[in-house]
């Protein structure tokens, strides 16, 4: 077990890492192209790794941990703060889409964004599996939750990709608002059912 808890840990590290990266050079493709869902993108990564961060402090403390009940309580803390996220990042989420939607902003096409949301899409589905696999193998709630972030994350990733394409070929930048608006609805339901199984422990 403590080997599948020491997976958890790398795990998180590695999605903590991923996600600043992803977010730097999101902000740097973003503020090259002028373009605001670009740049979403970016806060959507740092919110993803603070979800990595809170799994972190969760399977630091296996060392430190001595009786059953403690560990409990701290894995009941962790799923609780990554239920919180949920809401963070769909909060954010929600008003970026609404934003663009009502003043009709322009996503420029950006060959460094494209590139990016198609990195994230290949590697995200891995790091999820790998994340809700050892989640299941060693009974952490809090880890599946993180690892549904880390799906969701995906999704989006899939909607700036559509939109820097539906506006490079079709110059229809609204698309991506649309999409995202749908995965809000995803975000807040994971996030509602994430919290309430952490209160009801």
Known sequence: MDKYKKRALLLSYIT?????VEGILSIFAGLLAGSSALIGFALDS????????????RFSY?????????????????????????????S??????????????TVEPSLLGI?????????????FFMKYKTGKIIGSKALIADSKE????TFLSCVLLF??????????????????????IYLFKEGYSTIKESLEK
Request: charged residues 20%; glycine residues 4%.
């Open 163 to 184: 939109g820097l394409l539906m506006n490079y070929i079709f110059s229809k930048p609204q698309a991506d608002s649309i999409a995202a608006i749908i995965i809000v």
């Open 16 to 20: 903590v890492i991923y996600n600043v």
């Open 115 to 127: 590139i990016i949301a198609i990195a994230s899409i290949i590697f995200m589905p891995i790091l």
């Open 92 to 105: 954010y989420v929600l008003y970026e889409a609404l934003e663009k939607l009502i003043h009709k902003s």
């Open 46 to 57: 740092f919110i993803e790794s603070l979800s990595g961060v809170i799994m972190v402090w």
């Open 150 to 153: 880390t799906l969701a994350c």
């Open 62 to 90: 296996n060392k430190k941990v001595i009786d059953q009940e403690k560990e409990e309580k701290i894995e009941q803390r962790a799923e609780f703060f990554v239920g919180i996220t949920f809401f963070i990042l769909g």
